[in-house]
């Protein structure tokens, strides 16, 4: 019984371990975007700025809000809605209207901030790892 433990407790930090990785290539999307975006609307540099400040700002927001989140409700509801509005932002970013892409931006940004935490901790002190409910 403690080796099947010890197998969830390997695959979660695996899922943990690649959903990280790919969040963080989901993150650098807007940059070979901007080129597109800018011919596509005729952004002046302001307004194509805006996207890196939405990214961020929204981020710093998920980061505070999944530290409560998760003392309240554990950390797989802050994983599942965080990659669901990363999946969500990246699926809609080419939209039709600037401030359509700025709010798929936004929600991407807040999903990374949801997500990001757990598996920097889990990652970080492994006896968090130990301490997890599988």
Known sequence: MPERTTGSKTG?????FVGFIL??????IVGP??????????LDDGQAGLFSSVQF???????????AWMAWRGYRPSLVAGY??????????????HVNALAATAAFGLGYGLITP???CTLR??????????
């Open 57 to 67: 700002l929204s981020a710093l927001v998920g980061t505070l809000v999944s530290g």
């Open 23 to 28: 969040s963080g290539i989901a993150t650098t």
């Open 118 to 120: 757990e598996p920097t």
């Open 33 to 42: 975007m901007l080129p597109v975006f800018i011919r596509k609307w005729s």
């Open 84 to 97: 669901a509005l990363i999946g969500y932002g990246l699926a809609t970013l080419n939209a039709s209207t």
């Open 12 to 16: 979660l930090l695996a899922i943990l």
């Open 125 to 134: 002190r492994p006896e968090a790892l130990a301490a997890l409910p599988c």
